[in-house]
């Protein structure tokens, strides 16, 4: 797998929303988003694939390591500008996920993870998904969980998202735009990251919060506990497995077949 990113010097700026590869406050926030892409990257094998909304484009790096292709597709300019200088072995377009450039049947797998929470017509997007997926092609996707992201409201907290959902609404909207849901799941911290919670007060999620809220400058401890984790201190559960509940994840990981 890759794993040479770019240095922070050629990363994009941050926008309080995006995620980027060699920032060292980021580094939870990217080895989460990361794990997912390491786990699914093996439905990627010798496939055509589009990454609809690659971002800063390391995931879509990552998954051509496996695919015959890898088109990412962005709808902002200097994302896109940047993914096609930065990361040569994806074909870069630019457009509107709302009405994806591409043929009717011409892809093996859709990549959509942590982006559907930003849009505001997500079954639309959905059958835009369906549309350029072959018969039998997949669609990898995440999302933060309302549940434990937002908890308690049905709005969301981060102002950046438009909805956010739960595995149940997953399930159903996966369902609803004609998908079979072959898997739905959760990431969770695995054993080092929970005794990391511990360490820093019951939550590093929270210790980092706290932090950016109150305009505190970071302490020893909660910088050296944030760069330390790999994408192997997560784990990915199903749905149904009783000691990782759907419910009390982080991100939601669903694989739906067309």
Request: with cysteine; net charge negative; charged share 25%.
């Amino acid at each position: 797998m890759a794993t040479d990113y770019p240095s922070p010097a050629d990363a994009l700026p941050l926008t309080g929303e995006r995620t980027v590869p060699g920032i060292a406050q980021e580094n939870y926030w990217f080895r989460r988003h990361e794990v997912a892409y390491l786990d699914l990257a093996h439905y990627c094998a010798d496939a055509v694939v589009l990454e609809a909304g690659c971002g800063e484009g390391y995931g879509a790096d990552l998954l051509a390591e496996r695919a015959r292709l890898v088109v990412g597709l962005d709808y902002d300019e200097l994302t896109a500008a940047h993914v096609a200088k930065v990361y040569p072995s994806v074909r870069t377009l630019r457009g509107n996920l709302a009405a994806l450039p591409l043929r009717s049947g011409s892809v093996d797998v859709v990549a959509n993870l942590q982006v559907i929470e930003h849009l505001w017509d997500q079954e639309g997007f959905l059958a835009e998904c369906r549309r350029v997926l072959r018969p039998g092609g997949r669609l990898l996707i995440t999302t933060p969980n309302r549940i434990t992201f937002s908890p308690g409201r049905d709005t969301p907290l981060n102002p950046f998202h438009t909805r956010e959902l739960s595995a149940a609404e997953m399930d159903e909207l996966l369902r609803g735009a004609g998908f079979e849901v072959e898997f739905l799941g959760g990431v969770h911290h695995g054993p080092r990251l929970r005794e990391l919670d511990a360490a820093l007060g019951g939550s590093i999620i929270d210790a980092q919060i706290e932090v950016a809220v109150a305009g505190l400058p970071w302490s020893d401890e909660l910088m050296a506990a944030v760069t330390s984790v790999e994408a192997t201190d997560f784990t990915i559960k199903r749905a149904d497995d009783d000691d990782f509940p759907a419910d009390a994840s982080l991100d939601l990981v669903g694989i739906a077949r067309a």
